[in-house]
């Protein structure tokens, strides 16, 4: 395996790591806003803990492989650099 492919394979790994952390979001505050007690809106706010752990290091991660496959193949055309504004905002 090259370096590229295992960049790759990172990216896509980290995009797929964004999305179930999104998803997991998105059950928490629904469980949240249905919870009565308190005990179990502590359950969801767990669940919203490993959020916080997931999301960014998914996104660390596909910043980190796509800049790597932008530096040593693909080059510095325009959609990437599109891509990276909407990154920042």
Same mark, same amino acid.
């Given at each position: 395996?090259?370096?590229?492919?295992?960049?790759?394979?990172?990216?896509? &790994?980290?995009?797929?790591?964004?999305?179930?952390?999104?998803?997991? +979001?998105? &059950?928490?505050?629904?469980?949240?806003?249905?919870?009565?007690?308190?005990? +179990?809106?502590?359950? *969801?706010?767990?669940?919203?803990?490993?959020v916080r752990r997931v999301?960014?290091?998914?996104?660390?991660?596909?910043?980190?492989?796509?800049?790597?496959?932008?530096?040593?193949? &693909?080059?510095?055309?325009? *959609?990437?650099? &599109?891509?990276?504004?909407?990154?920042?905002?």
């Open positions: 395996m090259t370096g590229y492919t295992i960049a790759l394979f990172l990216h896509i &790994v980290g995009a797929l790591g964004m999305f179930v952390a999104l998803a997991l +979001e998105s &059950v928490a505050w629904a469980g949240l806003r249905r919870s009565a007690a308190v005990q +179990e809106a502590r359950g *969801w706010l767990g669940l919203l803990g490993l999301g960014p290091a998914s996104l660390g991660l596909i910043l980190v492989a796509g800049l790597y496959m932008t530096a040593t193949v &693909v080059g510095w055309t325009a *959609w990437i650099l &599109v891509a990276l504004a909407a990154f920042v905002v």
